[in-house]
């Protein structure tokens, strides 16, 4: 077969950038950068340029799978019977517990074509609301955000804006990992011109920080009373637009009354920061000629998420910054087409075309376009209310497509209980592994990246044509096509003879019929087809039919989409976070994303290499912090919230303030026992419903767990997680990872308070390969303590330490540098445990900062000690030379050691 190109988009995060696919039909060779593409001109960041190298067909679902009763396993089935199947349960669910007793789960990552066909199911068909989507647990404060202050949810800005702003205010976004070609631009804009200033609001120091002119660690959930100190003080300096207010806005006076007393003092203690700092901050606000905000979860991942998102728009309509060039409130989304999914109305309280459920006209207009004599009025649920009534036995058939709650959702024990408890659960997904398909009675596989076709809708509204490369493997599906399908087989059932509402045949159909939906409303994109976009590359809506090109900015009349056209200031006082620190819970635990993986790991945990940055989860704490539980860097504790328990290992980080804690969010049940959201709460928004997934108290406690296992396999390293993944759950801490880049590997590491039965370690040296063949082994069943290394053609190739793992570091090294010596051989056939000599250095120094050019973080000190600076690293070593998500890091090395900073006692 030839190689062929074929250009599409990347499927992570909300940047949407264009990716030129290489394959032969068959298989995907490689990813480039689609330098044609307006999001990111050719550039990829570590994610995207690797999505070749993700995607492990032993990871993907092939077939439908059908689990005939609870208690039996799934077995294979075809299209056509697990459809049928389906289309039977939820026909007789509906005949006898009424339309609300089934609902749809689904998610920002679906296409805008999968989104429709999904909601012309759940409204008109079925008759109900209850679809929402993973977005409720991303955007829908900044939804409420837009729609309460401005009228509608349309981000005003561009790309472009990042680029020509003299002020940017990056607040609740670690955008150098979470939307790094942004960062990138961002990056680029700032050496041009050095005095455009930079604002970073995280409570965290994060690698966004090394742009930072000013760094706001301001205490977790104080962003509203922030936001109304810098507004005090415009008020107070008068660094506001009084022409634009009065012409363009309404409700100041309520909300000046309401900052009144916002006082720099009482909003500096409130935050932590120093008045000094607020001042800073507000000067330049109020001050440079053109300011932008840019935000992203530490904004609407909270119980005041939607109180977060207007008191920030209040600043950009105090200050007239909006509807004009490097200026504007711009909410940075967090999954591909979290946009499309708006647009469609894939949130229980919307309709299509940016319409609300609860609008009678609005769900006439729909009913009409689609043929049906009405729509549900009754409210949807919204993703934790949903979940919540699947636990209670109200929702009895759930369908979940492209999402994991099983692991991304608060509150899992809950979450995981309703999963059980549900009489039918329907997962349309890419992969088989996720945590949520252990639940699933019907499985679906779905196609995935490279393998479908449709359009998405990046973070500056831009629409963009998704192309497929290849077909999908097995019998997986484009997810528009499995809807359709069980759509019509549910017609059949619940509208029999009646004409079909879903005679689609192409995903440029549901499209094309979509976009009526959207004509003369803000985001009027009928004039956009896929066909066009091919035409004349991605476009910005709003595009009406008869446009000639997209919008770059919104309201650069001053007129908004509110009934009188005026944008409203949102009054709300300041609320706090809603688990406070206190006596039984003294930490408050933030999570979020690391550089190189994408939530749950379907995909990103398919690829050794993406774990070469982060190699397992561990609990970030300040070195007071540690120093105050009397704990040290490696060292296991017991993490608990009001809701559950997990055991990890900690770190010491002082990016993080005391009395706060991190923890990566990618790390679900398959790879830490228990999961990330064990801890966190459900507790949400009133408005926007959106849970607070960066706040919870939680307490350490030391465990004692000194029986450890230590085990590293290469091979078919999913078939190995599958198969060890189980045999662990015996362990109280279990932490599963992949390792290696040419031959890559599985690393287990466990802990327990007792050893385990000898009959599952024998299970577990089964799965490893270390029974028979060229196996060393040394056991001491006395102490409890055994150590087995499995040998071929001169290098090691499995590895197992159990009762204690002094060695493993040492083994790891010498499993990497392929050598298996006599050393070796001695060390293994005698009682000692310790490695011999000098244990090594530790395989965690060696973590990778340059994924693109396999650069690790000991070769990079290495050369700032032989005296390179950043353009001398570039040239002797290669690093950040390729996607450059690894220069901030290495910035910050090169001034770790330029200004040695004193050690903590
Ligand atoms: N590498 C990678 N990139 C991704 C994703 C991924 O999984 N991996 N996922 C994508 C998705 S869906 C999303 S939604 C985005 C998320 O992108 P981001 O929101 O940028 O990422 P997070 O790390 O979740 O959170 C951002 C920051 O919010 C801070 N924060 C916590 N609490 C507060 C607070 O009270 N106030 C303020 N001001 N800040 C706070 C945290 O310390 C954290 O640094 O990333 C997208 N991009
Ligand atoms: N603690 C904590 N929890 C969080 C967050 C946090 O910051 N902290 N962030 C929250 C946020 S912002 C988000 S967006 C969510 C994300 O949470 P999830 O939506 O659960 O995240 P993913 O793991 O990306 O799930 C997408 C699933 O779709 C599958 N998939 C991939 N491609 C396709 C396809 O084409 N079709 C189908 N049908 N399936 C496909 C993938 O294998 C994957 O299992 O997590 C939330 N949870
Ligand atoms: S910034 Fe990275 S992850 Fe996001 S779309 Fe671009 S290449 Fe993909
Ligand atoms: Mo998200």
New binding site residues.
């Given amino acids: 077969m030839s190689r062929q190109t074929t250009a599409s ?9 264009g ?1 030129l696919i290489e394959h032969d039909d068959e298989r995907i060779l490689g990813v480039s ?1 689609d330098p044609a593409h307006p ?2 001109f050719g ?7 690797t ?1 070749h190298l993700t995607g492990d067909l032993a990871a993907r679902a092939l077939y439908p799978e059908l689990r005939l009763g609870k208690g039996l396993s799934r077995a294979r089935s075809d299209w056509d019977s697990a459809l049928d199947h389906a289309a039977s349960i939820f026909a007789d669910t509906i005949a006898e517990h009424g339309p609300d007793s089934v609902a749809f789960y689904i998610s920002g990552q679906l296409l805008t074509e999968d989104y429709y066909a999904f909601n012309k199911l759940a409204r008109a068909l079925v008759g109900t609301n209850n679809i929402d989507s993973n977005s409720r647990l991303c955007m829908s404060s900044a939804v409420v955000g837009y729609k309460r202050s401005l009228g509608a949810d349309a981000p005003p800005c561009s790309y472009e804006d990042l680029e020509l702003s003299d002020c940017v205010m990056i607040v609740g976004s670690n955008m150098a990992y979470a ?4 960062f990138r631009r961002l990056e680029e804009a700032k050496s041009r011109r050095p005095q455009m200033k930079i604002i970073v609001i995280d409570p965290r120091r994060t690698d966004t920080c090394d742009l930072a002119d000013l760094h706001l660690a301001i205490l977790p959930g104080t962003d509203v009373a922030l936001f109304h100190g810098i507004l005090h003080l415009l008020l107070w300096e008068d660094w506001v637009d009084r022409d634009f207010i009065k012409a363009h806005t309404e409700g100041l006076a309520d909300l000046k009354n309401l900052v009144r007393d916002y006082t720099p003092a009482m909003v500096a203690q409130i935050c932590g920061i120093s008045v000094e700092q607020l001042h800073q901050c507000a000067e330049w606000v109020g001050t440079s000629p053109s300011f932008l905000s840019l935000w992203c979860m530490g904004l609407n991942q909270s119980t005041a998420g939607s109180a977060k998102n207007s008191a920030l728009i209040n600043l950009h309509l105090a200050t007239g910054q909006i509807g004009r060039p490097g200026a504007g409130p711009f909410s940075l989304t967090g999954q ?1 087409n979290a946009m499309g999914g708006r647009e469609t109305g894939s949130l229980s309280n919307l309709l299509p075309g940016h319409r609300d459920a609860a609008n009678a006209e609005h769900r006439a207009e729909v009913a009409r376009y689609w043929g049906v004599e009405q729509l549900p009025a009754t409210t949807g649920l919204s993703a934790i209310e949903l979940f919540e009534q699947v636990r209670s036995g109200k929702i009895k058939a759930l369908w979940i497509a492209c999402t994991n709650p099983a692991q991304s959702m608060p509150d899992q024990t809950a979450v995981r209980d309703a999963l059980q408890a549900c009489p039918f659960v329907v997962l349309q997904e890419a992969f088989r592994t996720t945590e949520t398909a252990a639940f699933a009675d019907l499985l679906l596989p779905a196609a995935s990246w490279g393998e479908k076709e449709g359009s998405v809708t ?1 973070s500056e509204r831009r629409i963009s044509h998704v192309r497929r490369a290849i077909a999908a493997p097995g019998e997986a599906r484009p997810d528009w096509a499995i809807t359709v399908d069980f759509a019509q087989r549910l017609e059949k059932r619940l509208r029999p003879g009646r004409p079909s509402l879903f005679a689609f045949e192409t995903s440029a159909q549901l499209f094309d019929e979509y976009k009526q939906l959207t004509r003369g409303r803000d985001l009027d994109l009928s004039g956009i087809s896929h066909a066009l976009i091919d035409q004349l590359g991605p476009q910005q809506w709003p595009f009406p039919e008869g446009a000639s090109s997209g919008t770059p900015r919104l309201y650069l009349d001053g007129i908004f989409p509110t009934d009188n056209g005026r944008a409203r200031f949102v009054a709300e006082p300041y609320r706090a976070a809603k688990e406070l620190r206190d006596a039984r819970y003294p930490l408050t635990l933030n999570t979020g994303r690391l550089r190189d993986q ?1 939530h749950g790991m379907s995909r990103t945990g398919t690829a050794a290499q993406l774990f070469g940055h982060v190699n397992e989860a561990v609990l970030s704490l300040h070195p007071d912090e540690l120093h105050r539980h009397r704990l040290q860097a490696g060292d296991l504790v017991s993490l608990k919230s009001r809701r559950g328990t997990i055991i990890v290992a900690v770190d010491s980080d002082d990016s993080v303030r005391p009395g706060q804690a991190f923890l990566p969010m990618h790390w679900g049940d398959r790879f830490l026992k228990g999961g990330v959201n064990t801890l966190t709460q459900p507790a949400f928004d009133p408005l926007s419903k959106q849970p607070e997934l960066k706040h919870s108290g939680v307490r350490l406690e030391p465990v004692n767990l000194p029986w450890q296992l230590f085990a590293l396999v290469e091979g078919n390293v999913q078939q190995h997680l599958e198969t060890l993944r189980p045999l662990c759950e015996a362990f109280s801490y279990v932490s599963l990872s992949l390792t290696g880049r040419e031959r890559p590997a599985l690393l287990i590491r466990a802990a327990s308070a007792v050893a385990p039965e000898p009959q599952l370690l024998q299970a577990i040296d089964e799965q490893l390969g270390l029974i028979e063949g060229p196996v060393l082994a040394y056991d001491d069943p006395r102490r409890s303590i055994g150590k087995r290394v499995r040998i071929e053609n001169g290098r090691i190739t499995a590895i197992r330490l159990a009762g204690e793992t002094l060695a493993r570091h040492w083994l790891q090294n010498l499993w990497l540098e392929g050598r298996a010596d006599e050393q070796l051989r001695r060390w293994l056939l005698a009682p000692l445990s310790a490695p011999p000599g000098n244990v090594g250095a530790s395989v965690g120094g060696s973590k990778t900062l340059c994924n693109c050019m396999n650069v690790s973080q000991r070769a990079i000190c290495a050369g700032i000690e032989r005296g390179l600076d950043l353009q001398g690293l570039k040239q002797e070593l290669g690093c950040g030379t390729q996607c450059g998500s690894c220069v901030p890091e290495i910035k910050r090395l090169l001034v770790a050691t330029a200004q040695p900073v004193a050690a903590v006692s």
């Fill in positions: 988009t990347c499927c992570y995060c909300g940047v949407g950038c990716v950068g999001a990111n550039k990829l960041c570590s994610k995207g340029s999505l939307h790094p070609i942004l591909p990046n994408w």
